[in-house]
């Protein structure tokens, strides 16, 4: 098997698709950092299921099945299911999880829709469309992949460079708006990078599964520290790793999607953070309880001894 992996790796496709995988993990697991501390972890699933009408209307208008144009479809849906659950959400009495909710449901059905219809048109079937659904990274071109791979690098360097304001607004949003932070702004500025995030990312990985790599690799990487520099450059790495792991347990079989793989490796290293991570994990627990369980029976024991040898 390593000597076909050797061999693959040869193949320069191969190694695009590796690199924008890995970029794609990279560069989610970063911004999924600032998400799941906001609380916006739903946020990534709702934008996710919520480009999908917008890919089928981008084909729908244009009659051709071009990347540029699903992104743009894909990123205006976002922006609009974006400020959908705001309006919902400041001018009702919903909360945001059930506007998350609502706008996820209506978006993915929507979109269904309309992916039936494309399918029993005249103009065209959806043999290709219903990848976007799980993705399909050994389908994408060399244009797909570098776009992939700059917009990746875009959303890493945009996160290093704002990462004091969103760390502010990640923790006291109230202390940021007392120093003149445009609160406001960076919170929509955030929903904007998500939707970026997803739209770059949903040809790789599908709209179900995104959101797993945005939010997944930051709850893994929560679980190993305490200060957020340290749990940003885990969760990008452990992001990096999955898509890593993903893409080259793919290319062993022409039949085992990218994006699943990727997914199920992220969540593999979640259960061995949650299990194995020092002070969070279960098995330290267990160790830190059987020590102090030591520790007091060898102390209580101790002044047995010493009230037997006083009489």
Partial sequence: MISKLIVLLQD???????????????????????????????????LAHAALPGICIAFMLTGSKSIFFFLIGAAIAGLIATFGIGYVTRHSRIKQDAALGIVLSVFFGFGIVLLTQIQHSDSGNQSGLDKFLFGQAAGMVMTDVMTMAIVSVVLTGLCALLYKEFKLLSFDPGFARGLGLPVAVLDQLMMFLIVVAVVVGIQAVGVVLMAAMLITPAVSARYWTERLGVMVVLSGLFGAFSGMIGTLLS????????????VLAATGVFVLSVLFAPKRGVVSKLLLRASVKRAANAEYEARQAQRGGTA
């Fill in 251 to 262: 290319t062993l079989d022409d039949n085992l999607p990218t994006g699943p793989l990727s």
């Fill in 12 to 46: 320069p496709n191969v190694r695009w698709i590796l690199t924008a995988s890995v970029l794609l993990g990279l560069s989610s697991g970063i911004l999924g950092s600032f998400a799941y501390l906001r609380k916006m972890s739903l946020m990534g699933d709702t």
